[in-house]
């Protein structure tokens, strides 16, 4: 797929990809935490059919710019402009936005600083509720990669075994060697300024998902080890229209372990929400 690129309001270029007809009902997928737009692959080429599907990379990840000032990643606004920026640019009208993990902060800057009246709705999977001083002990997985120092340090060889300890710890099975590879080497493309400078704000992202007034889902993996499952229950219970969907079994990346599932969820929560048929 061809690499696209938006401006955001800093001059920084939010790079995206895109999959399926332009015409069809449009889905914005965003990422977490020193991934990439790769990570959502195997969920594009199940609905591809039938949405149109954009893939954006996070500010100081994959192919996007990565500003070396840390207050570029704290900045909720520019969270929000970024994802404004690729909906203007891919041309989306009413997109239904999916946030995993970290995304979902990204997604509660877009809700504060763009509203939801433009949505069709907001799905998080394995999404967080707090960064920095705002997060309590009950979200936090023995897994979650602010536990882990060497995930930030500049020394390459351990950075990339904490990556790959990460990575493994992502979903309650192992997965293919071929694309547990490929998850890893997309982390690495996120250099460990960017990754200190993701947790640097303190922020509770309760107030942007309660003033939501799009119908939003929330998919929890049971055996998530990095983002507790009590989070997910807590995001979908303060959206004012939230569903709670929990699945047994799964870790972290629920749309990895589980796309079959992750697909034709979305797709009915999609559907319904747009107030189309399935």
């Known amino acids: 797929m061809t690499t696209h690129f938006a401006t955001s309001s800093d001059g920084t ?3 995206f990809t895109r999959k399926g007809d332009t015409a069809l009902p449009p889905i914005l ?13 195997a969920l594009t080429e199940r609905l591809s059919n039938r949405f149109h599907l954009v893939a954006m990379d996070l500010r100081g990840h994959g192919a996007s710019g990565k500003p070396d000032d840390p207050t570029a990643y704290a900045d909720t606004t520019l969270w929000g402009d970024d994802v404004a920026a690729v909906i203007a640019a891919a041309a989306l009208d009413r997109p239904s936005l999916v946030g995993w993990s970290y995304g979902s902060r990204v997604i509660a800057a877009y809700l504060t600083t763009h509203g939801s009246a433009h949505l069709a709705g907001v799905v998080l999977a394995g999404g967080i509720l707090a960064i920095g001083a705002a997060r309590e002990d009950w979200m ?12 930030y340090t500049e020394d390459l060889n351990r950075r990339l075994h904490a990556t ?4 493994d710890a992502c979903t309650a099975k192992p997965l293919p060697r071929a694309l547990y590879g490929a998850m890893v080497g997309a982390n690495m493309l996120c250099p460990p300024h960017v990754r200190r400078a993701l947790f640097g704000a303190d922020l509770d992202l309760r107030p942007a998902y309660a003033a939501m007034t ?5 998919i929890h993996g049971t055996d998530d080890a990095v983002v507790t499952a009590a989070t997910g229950q807590a ?13 047994d079994g799964i870790g972290h990346a629920p749309f990895v372990e589980d796309p079959d599932r992750f697909a034709a969820d979305l797709a009915d ?6 107030g189309e048929q399935p």
Not at 140 to 151: C, E, I, Q, T, Y
Not at 235 to 247: I, S
């Open 29 to 41: 997928l965003i990422h977490g935490w020193a991934q990439a737009g790769m990570c959502w692959e």
């Open 269 to 274: 929560f999609v559907t319904t929400s747009r």
């Open 214 to 218: 799009c119908p939003g889902l929330v």
């Open 140 to 151: 936090v997985g023995p897994a979650s990669p602010g536990l882990d120092r060497d995930l």
């Open 164 to 167: 790959a300890r990460f990575v």
């Open 235 to 247: 995001a979908a219970a303060v959206m004012p229209h939230g569903r709670y969907l929990p699945y």
């Open 13 to 15: 270029q939010i790079a």
